[in-house]
Structure formats: C-alpha cells, structure tokens
C-alpha cells in the first residue's frame, strides 16, 4: 500500500476536486483520514527540521502504514481518476 500527497494551488482548489478525491476514497471500503494543509507559495526551506523533527516525521508514516492508514489504488485506477 502507499502513502499519496497531491499539492493543489488554491486556484484549482474546487468542489469539484474534492469530490473526485471522495469518490476515489470512497472506493477503498476502509476508513481513510483526509489531511489538509495550506503553506505559502514561498515555503522553499522557510522551515528546516531538526533531524529528530525527520525522524519523528518518518517513524509517524511507517506507522501509520503499519496500522492500515493508507489508501491503495493500482495505476490505472491512478490514471482513470486523474483524467477526470
């Protein structure tokens, strides 16, 4: 299973993307977690992480993986959602 981020310019941000990220999700069948946030267009390098910062960051992600806090999808189910 896998981990996905999609970075969306606020521009583009619309019901109607959410609702193709909800019908993507909805056809898991599993309980999936949604996680929004919003950083400036300038965020190259504002915020540097401590290596513990990274770690602790990483070790969260393996985890979640571990608990089945993922969403799975094969890529042409990838490319079926991004064509509409």
Known sequence: ?????????MKELSPSIIEKI?????GN???VEVVISVRTK??????????????A???ES???YERGEVVSFT??????FIKK
């Open 1 to 9: 299973m896998i981990q996905a981020q999609f970075t969306i310019p």
């Open 22 to 26: 909800k019908d993507l999700l909805n």
């Open 29 to 31: 069948g599993e309980d």
């Open 42 to 55: 300038s965020y190259s390098r504002q915020y540097k992480e401590t290596p513990e910062e990274y770690f």
């Open 57 to 59: 960051k990483l070790e």
């Open 62 to 64: 393996i985890a979640q």
């Open 75 to 80: 890529l042409e189910e990838f490319k079926d």
